[in-house]
């Protein structure tokens, strides 16, 4: 029996049996309960809007629009709304993208059986939820410097196995600029080859494949 206040929950994952799996765990706490499921990024939206719930359980990564636009856009629409981000990257810029957009809690699905429903009534009640392992990524960030867009842009292309005048090609610029950024973004990632570096950026977030 559900008590009278009860923390009404929108699961968005774009994986059923994970959804499922979540949603048994939430149905078996007394003051909880799943109102709707989402799918993709648009649906979360759609059903938020619908269901106004207590809290909004997000994956990052969903077809049509990933968790942190999905976010962004909900935390536009409505001031306030609680959103707890659950999912498997732990890189640093992730995170760092998630909480920039309003996300008010942090958790890593390797850790969702011990950690999840705590999780949930902090961030429902207004708290911040940011575990150890994710303070800790956080934290390290602030030993590098930020890549431009346009080394983003590189740092795509090389993740593709282009040579540097390919990229330079793809991007339409030169292959002395190319060179130029890719010094740059060897240094700011603190690496020493291209190999390395793209290694890195998907470690920390900064590209995904």
């Known amino acids: 029996m559900k008590k009278e206040f009860t923390i009404r929950i929108l699961i968005a994952d774009d994986?059923?049996?994970v959804r499922m799996g979540i949603a048994a765990i939430i149905n078996n706490e007394p003051d909880m309960e799943v109102v709707?499921?989402?799918?993709?990024?648009?649906q979360a939206i759609a059903l938020?809007?619908?269901?106004?719930?207590?809290?909004?359980?997000?994956?990052s990564?969903?077809?049509?629009r990933n968790g942190v636009d999905t976010a962004k856009e909900i935390q536009n629409r409505w001031t306030g709304a609680r959103i707890l981000m659950l999912t498997a990257f732990d890189g640093d810029e992730d995170i760092y993208r998630?909480?920039?957009?309003g996300v008010q809690g942090y958790i890593l699905k390797n850790s969702t059986g011990e950690q999840l429903i705590p999780a949930i009534r902090a961030v429902a009640a207004g708290e911040r939820w940011i575990p150890n392992e994710v303070g800790q990524?956080?934290?390290a960030r602030k030993a590098f410097e930020s890549l431009t867009p346009r080394e983003l842009e590189v740092l795509h292309e090389l993740a593709k196995g282009l040579a540097n005048k390919q990229i330079a090609s793809v991007l339409n610029i030169?292959?002395?600029?190319t060179k130029g950024y890719l010094k740059s973004i060897l240094y700011k990632l603190h690496v020493a080859?291209?190999?390395?570096?793209?290694?890195?950026a998907i470690q920390r977030g900064l590209i995904h494949i």
């Open 15 to 17: 994986h059923y049996v």
């Open 61 to 64: 990564r969903m077809p049509q």
């Open 36 to 42: 709707a499921e989402a799918a993709n990024g648009n």
């Open 137 to 139: 990524r956080l934290a």
């Open 193 to 200: 080859d291209r190999t390395e570096a793209v290694t890195v």
């Open 98 to 101: 998630a909480l920039s957009v």
């Open 48 to 59: 938020f809007e619908k269901h106004k719930p207590s809290l909004l359980l997000l994956d």
């Open 174 to 177: 030169t292959e002395h600029t």
